[in-house]
T-cell receptor, first 115, second 114 residues
Framework: DAKTTQPPSMDCAEGRAANLPCNHS???????VYWYRQIHSQGPQYIIH???NNETNEMASLIITEDRKSSTLILPHATLRDTAVYYC????????????????FGQGTILTVHP | NAGVTQTPKFQVLKTGQSMTLQCAQD?????MYWYRQDPGMGLRLIYY???????DKGEVPNGYNVSRLNKREFSLRLESAAPSQTSVYFC?????????????FGDGTRLSIL
């Protein structure tokens, strides 16, 4: 799986947009970008994923650069409940063998939303 | 929607005791996974089940066994618990119908072994 690089921490004011960057310069053509978050003491929560087009759902938007070497997760109106560790993961859609479906979680970005 | 349900939420064991962690999903997913998460580390895959009737080892299978009881349930067993197995255990499931489908996680079992 491609390696990802994220800033260790970020701050955001409540009500403002939170833009979380991720660098994945070694991404391969069939690898998707997935974003998860983990709120303290809870399991990882799926947010959004994409291949090359920008994606939007009820939680967030995902912007992938044209060369696919980086992406940005956007939380349009951050709330205090969005304080969490955010993980950017790159993997092929259906990896076989011992890595089947495995998600490799790095250190992520600790997002703190302030009142 | 319950999603992925794990029981128990907390457990304390003594070294050498055995225990089974339970996981059930109500999303009709084919694939299920067990991960462990240690402080300051990412999740590591212990075992997975690509579909009902199959199980395979992940990165850190030693000291664990699994059973895919049916499509809904995937259990993780510690036969002789060791302090090194103190961790938070997460179960996840995934729909194989679409090949890019994400995994969905339960809220974990916090296991301490004394």
């Amino acid at each position: 799986d491609a390696k990802t690089t994220q800033p260790p921490s970020m701050d955001c004011a409540e009500g403002r947009a939170a833009n979380l960057p991720c660098n994945h310069s070694t991404i391969s053509g069939n690898e998707y970008v997935y974003w998860y978050r983990q709120i303290h003491s809870q399991g990882p929560q799926y947010i959004i994923h994409g291949l090359k087009n920008n994606e939007t759902n009820e939680m967030a938007s995902l912007i992938i650069t044209e060369d696919r070497k980086s992406s940005t997760l956007i939380l349009p109106h951050a709330t205090l409940r969005d304080t969490a560790v955010y993980y950017c993961i790159v993997r092929p859609p259906n990896a076989g063998g011992t890595s089947y479906g495995k998600l490799t979680f790095g250190q992520g970005t600790i997002l703190t939303v302030h009142p | 929607n319950a999603g992925v349900t794990q029981t128990p939420k907390f457990q304390v064991l003594k070294t050498g005791q055995s225990m089974t962690l339970q996981c059930a999903q109500d999303m009709n997913h084919n694939s299920m996974y067990w991960y462990r998460q240690d402080p300051g580390m990412g999740l590591r895959l212990i075992y997975y089940s690509a579909s009902e009737g199959t199980t395979d080892k992940g990165e850190v299978p030693n000291g664990y066994n699994v059973s895919r009881l049916n499509k809904r349930e995937f259990s993780l067993r510690l036969e002789s618990a060791a302090p090194s197995q103190t961790s938070v255990y997460f179960c996840a499931s995934r729909d194989r119908g679409r090949w890019d489908q994400p995994q969905h996680f339960g809220d974990g079992t916090r296991l301490s072994i004394l």
